[in-house]
């Protein structure tokens, strides 16, 4: 079974900066595309960003040129580089790989970010 976590969330303040990282034990990451997903208060969970595993990257329009995705299949992990965060970028931000979303939509205990005005 594959475990996602996340790490690297905190309290901002608008127009700062947070790394977000994620760990994913098992073999299938390096086969994955891997996306970041946020979870505002009282709101549906919604794709943030993703990367497949040539390295190509989509975001949401609400992020472009603020967010970027990376991966490090070496370590398993994937990376949200969030700058000049917003008040409206508060919530859990999860990740996940599409194969595991497929095949259990399982998900790890996801990372708060929570920016200030």
């Known amino acids: 079974q594959v475990q996602l976590v996340e790490s690297g969330g905190g309290l901002v303040q608008a127009g700062g900066s947070l790394r977000l990282s994620c760990v994913a034990s098992?073999?299938?990451?390096?086969?994955?595309?891997m996306g970041w997903y946020c979870q505002p208060p009282g709101k549906q969970r919604e794709l943030v960003a993703s990367?497949?595993?040539?390295?190509?990257?989509k975001y949401a329009d609400s992020v472009k040129g603020r967010f970027t995705i990376s991966r490090d299949n070496a370590k398993n992990t994937v990376y949200l580089q969030m700058n000049d965060l917003k008040p409206e970028d508060t919530a859990v931000y999860y990740c996940?790989?599409?194969?595991?979303?497929?095949?259990?939509?399982?998900w790890g205990q996801g990372t708060q970010v929570t920016v200030s005005s």
């Open positions: 996940n790989s599409d194969i595991v979303k497929a095949l259990s939509d399982s």
């Open positions: 098992g073999s299938i990451f390096s086969i994955s595309t």
């Open positions: 990367i497949s595993t040539g390295g190509s990257t």
